[in-house]
């Protein structure tokens, strides 16, 4: 049995695309819809969080979501681990955080440093792991959304988010996945999945990650 | 479907002591105790290694205090119906602080956050079960792994105080010492597998009645 670390934001989580609406339920969030794919051989712990970034600090919530600074305890608490799936980077366009697709980049390099830093300091195997570039966002009438995350303006860098984690990925020699070639961004917030789409990627990632755990 | 969050230490992570490595997944408590609940539950094991109730300890490159991580641990998981807390084994050390009746503050503490968190949506925050840890029991004073001193007993009293807080704070209450030693568990804190699984085991009917779900039939 192989152990998955599924470590997101709201998309990871399940938020819904509609204002005030529930959590996505259980079979509909991507780990959820990976792990079924998998056909009994792994196990998927969703670590996802509301306003989870890479590596900015957003005391906005009562949680941290300081993505780098949460991990190692992430990463102990779930280890022995065979893979890490990290899918980040649409709560780092805010105007307040990083801004663009490039600087999101940069906070999955430094994720991979983390992971790989920690289970060398435990002198134990490193997972193996995929970078995941979000879903694109997409325009909306939730003003309240759309003014949170900087408008238009900023919408535009999502397109880049497949570029700049491909390049990261090469870098560093992990490996990579696109959720923005199977998966729609909901317009009735902009940001959000639907609980379609949201399942998408999960069945999405299912081929990649057989290959990678060789299952 | 009710969800459950398994708060704890090394000994919800499922430390093996004698070979330093994590028991299988199927002998963890909260394993245990999801397979006792028989479908009507999911319990998700938030354990961590060296984790105390409030108190930092940077021996290790992550983060130990567990009151700084429960608000993240809380809004990852909601909605909850039931917070479990098994916490203070840690503290015992005499470096945290090797005091029962801070370890119940800890847990106090751990309470009034779970209780108070700002939760998404319109729901009742969950409900509290707070779990006293086995005994830890006299340690060989042991070069290698010296966690706790063994001048104290202090341990003993665990029950006692979080009792006593939980009676206050209107939460439940289970003593582990009841139904968990760590006598064979090889360093005299961790527990072996038999010892893991009874406090699943052993928390089924408590959990059931708080959560007014049914237990599965014997096995």
Known sequence: ?215 | MKTVLAYGDSLTWGMNAKTMARHAHEDLWPTTLEAALGGSARVINAGLNGRTTMFDDHAAGYDRNGARILPTILATFDPLDLVIIMLGANDMKTFISGSAVAAAQGVKRLIDIARTFPYEGKHAAPAILVVSPPVVEALKPSADFPLLSPRTDESRDLAKHYASVAASAGAAFFDAAMVATAASGGDGVHLDAANTRAIGAALAPVVAKILGVREARAA
């Open chain 1, 1 to 215: 049995m192989k152990t998955i670390l599924a470590y997101g934001d709201s998309l990871t989580y399940g938020a819904s695309p509609i204002k005030g609406g529930p959590r996505h339920v259980h079979e509909d969030r991507w780990p959820t819809a990976l792990e079924a794919g998998l056909g009994g051989k792994a196990r998927v712990i969703a670590e996802g969080l509301g306003g989870r970034t890479t590596a900015h600090d957003d005391w906005f919530a009562d949680a941290d979501r300081n993505g780098a600074r949460l991990l190692p305890t992430m990463l102990e608490s779930h280890s022995p681990l065979d893979l890490v799936i990290i899918m980040l980077g649409t709560n780092d366009l805010k105007p307040f955080h990083g801004h663009t697709a490039s600087e999101a980049g940069r906070g999955m390099a430094r994720l991979v440093q983390i992971i790989r830093g920690h289970y060398a300091q435990k002198r134990e195997p490193e997972p193996a792991i995929i970078l995941v570039a979000p879903p694109i966002l997409v325009d909306t009438d939730n003003e309240d959304m759309k003014s949170h995350f900087g408008g238009e303006g900023f919408y535009r860098e999502s397109h880049s988010f497949a570029r700049e984690y491909r390049r990261r990925a090469d870098e560093h020699g992990v490996h990579f996945f696109d959720a923005a070639t199977v998966a729609k961004t909901d317009p009735r917030d902009g940001i959000h999945l639907d609980e379609t789409n949201t399942r998408a990627i999960g069945t999405g990632l299912v081929p990649l990650v057989k290959q990678i755990l060789g299952i």
